[in-house]
């Protein structure tokens, strides 16, 4: 599965940190994730989660753009993808590869959107 996310920071003067937070099943994999900011195309690498965190942070605190993807397995399986100093006016592209395996029922395959992945219409009146 493939999602592509869009982030455009409104502001004239601050900079901007997104997250965006969706469900995974223990099977799913994240097999790519590149970043188009400012017509500079970034693919993620995997590190050590700790060292993943590092680098982020270094990056925001010198003032560079940085993205994170990070898997939680807590109390539920989920993925969050930061992506921090978002220049004002500026706009992202982050594209997502996911794998995901197909659960076969009643000889038919069955796949599963997260309802994370539709928009939440209620939030504007709808």
């Known amino acids: 599965m493939n999602l592509e996310l869009v982030y455009r920071n409104p502001s004239e003067?601050?900079?901007?940190?997104?997250?965006?937070?969706?469900p995974l099943d223990k099977e799913t994999v994240l097999a790519k994730l590149v970043a188009q900011i400012d017509g500079k195309t970034v693919e993620a690498k995997v590190k050590a989660k700790e060292e993943a965190k590092e680098i982020y942070e270094d990056a925001i605190a010198a003032g560079n753009a940085a993205v994170l993807a990070d898997r939680q397995s807590d109390k539920k399986e989920s993925m969050t993808v930061k992506l921090g100093n978002l220049l004002p006016q500026q706009e992202a592209t982050l594209s997502i590869?996911?794998?995901?395996?197909?659960?076969v029922l009643n000889g038919s395959y069955l796949f599963e959107l997260p309802l994370a992945f539709y928009p939440d219409y209620s939030k504007h009146g709808a």
């Open 97 to 103: 590869t996911l794998i995901m395996q197909l659960s």
């Open 13 to 22: 003067t601050d900079t901007y940190e997104c997250s965006y937070e969706f």
